[in-house]
């Protein structure tokens, strides 16, 4: 589902076509707050036997890893022209992340889909059979270094579709970054990743701020895992030009996270993120105005039991 950074030049002609494409929904109050997540409210922590403990990944190239994603996002757009809308998108996809290159503590990682399984409510004809297929088709490369988020790197000699756009945002969100020292419980590291937008004659970025925080070891399926958690911020920010119609736009959000890891490998077994954001675009067009809101809820989900 496209949100409202990359609609800045087209907004006057989607309040045409909206209400055909999406199902109404009642107007109600919009707040961000931080969701909850069920893995984590399931959990125990206490302090590791060994403190501080090393969490680190050592990765050999060609090294695989199949994981399970999935993913729920639910979006509503309201405001002057523009009914108010719903539309919520559930996405299942089987991701063979592979250990491309090794260079010195950078890894460059590889993910693929196998399996992809999406469905829209309310169905809009062809789009989900169209992301599946891009999902099928993705390919992308991601940077990973202790202490840090993993970065996008783009595709040599071509575009990066929309699909693997979506793939790699959800394994940055989904993927920790380990600490890049030993760690004792309580120990937090930064949490800093830049999504940027590219909207016909403008730019747009959503920047996620926040810290990871290793709570201690937790019990979960008859394993002990190292666990962490996330805490983060949105602050989204961007404009737009073309054909005289101006666009701005500002937003925020909240998101969480739980990762739980072998602490003896560095391997994250079960993840979750969950995220709210709230964005607003004023667009102005030979003295007219519009104004809209996008709120949305997402949900993530990574399985490698």
Request: with cysteine.
């Amino acid at each position: 589902m496209k949100d409202l950074a990359s609609r800045i030049p087209v907004l006057f002609a989607l309040a045409a076509v909206s209400a055909v494409a999406c199902g109404r929904v009642e107007e109600e109050s919009w707040v961000v707050e931080p969701p909850a997540l069920p893995l984590l409210e399931s959990l125990t922590f206490t302090d590791p036997a060994e403190s501080p403990l090393t969490i680190r990944r050592a990765r050999e190239p060609d090294g695989a890893e199949a994981l399970k994603v999935r993913s729920s996002h639910e979006v509503r757009v309201r405001g002057r022209m523009l009914p108010a809308m719903v539309t919520s998108v559930r996405g299942a996809l089987d991701v063979a992340v592979r250990t491309a290159s090794v260079d010195g503590d950078e890894a460059v990682l590889e993910a693929t889909v196998g399996a992809a399984d999406v469905s829209m409510d309310p169905e809009i004809e062809g789009a989900s059979d169209d992301m599946q297929a891009g999902f099928r088709a993705a390919s992308i490369r991601l940077a990973a270094r202790a202490g840090r988020p993993l970065e996008a790197r783009a595709a040599a000699g071509r575009a990066q579709t929309a699909t693997e756009r979506e793939l790699a945002e959800s394994l940055q969100r989904l993927l920790p970054a380990l600490p890049a020292t030993p760690a004792a419980a309580g120990d937090a590291w930064a949490f800093d990743l830049v999504l940027p937008r590219v909207p016909t004659g403008g730019r747009a970025d959503l920047r996620l701020h926040g810290r990871y925080v290793f709570r201690g070891m937790t019990e979960f399926e008859g394993r002990t895992w190292a666990g962490i958690v996330l805490e983060y911020a949105i602050a989204a920010s961007g404009v737009s030009s073309e054909g005289g119609v101006q666009g701005v736009l500002t937003g925020e959000g909240a998101g969480k996270g739980v990762f739980l890891v072998d602490p003896a490998t560095g391997v994250p077994a079960r993840c979750q993120v969950a995220e709210t954001t709230l964005l607003r675009i004023h667009v102005e067009e030979k003295g007219r105005r519009a104004d809209a809101e996008q709120f949305s809820r997402l949900a993530l989900d990574l399985d490698a039991l």
